[in-house]
């Protein structure tokens, strides 16, 4: 079943970005695919950062962040710091039965990011998350953000 947009703000859509290795950008219309293919982590530039975010506890809100629309596919940012390995190590499990796909917004080194795709067990892709943070309205990671748009961590 297709996705419904509810609200269009332009840029490009995440989906190739956080598709598998298989690349489901070359199902989507020509219209919808990004000008550019996304990069394989191989080619990708490191260090990658993210200035306006980092490793952070989410604070108790009465009102549950969400990111309006949903994704439609779940995902979950991290950085290559303390809190996101214990955080992968501990819902690893269930992030494969999820099937989310996952953003490395702070990386050093290629090692790194291997290190970190080794101990995740899922899709990752390096990538500064602060645009898409600061939509979602907060600053922090570790974050999972569910197919519905509900932001948890």
């Known amino acids: ?46 260090p990658v950062a993210s200035t306006r975010a980092g490793p952070g506890r989410l604070l108790h809100n009465p009102m549950p962040a969400r990111l309006p629309g949903g994704p439609g596919t779940p995902f979950f940012v991290v950085g290559d710091d303390a809190l996101s390995h ?8 269930r992030l494969q039965a999820l099937g989310a796909r996952g953003i490395v917004a702070a990386v050093a080194s290629e090692a790194d990011f291997a290190r970190l795709r080794a101990l995740a067990g899922v899709h990752l892709v390096p990538m500064s998350a602060d645009a898409l943070l600061e939509a979602a309205g907060i600053r922090v990671w570790p974050v999972l953000i569910g197919a519905d748009g509900s932001i948890s961590q």
């Open 1 to 46: 079943m297709p996705a419904t947009v509810i609200h269009d703000g332009g840029g490009v859509s995440l989906a190739p970005y956080l598709a598998g290795d298989e690349g489901s950008a070359r199902e989507m219309p020509p219209s919808q695919q990004p000008a550019a293919p996304p990069q394989t982590p191989a080619v990708r530039a490191f």
């Open 86 to 93: 214990a955080w992968l190590q501990h819902n690893a499990g």
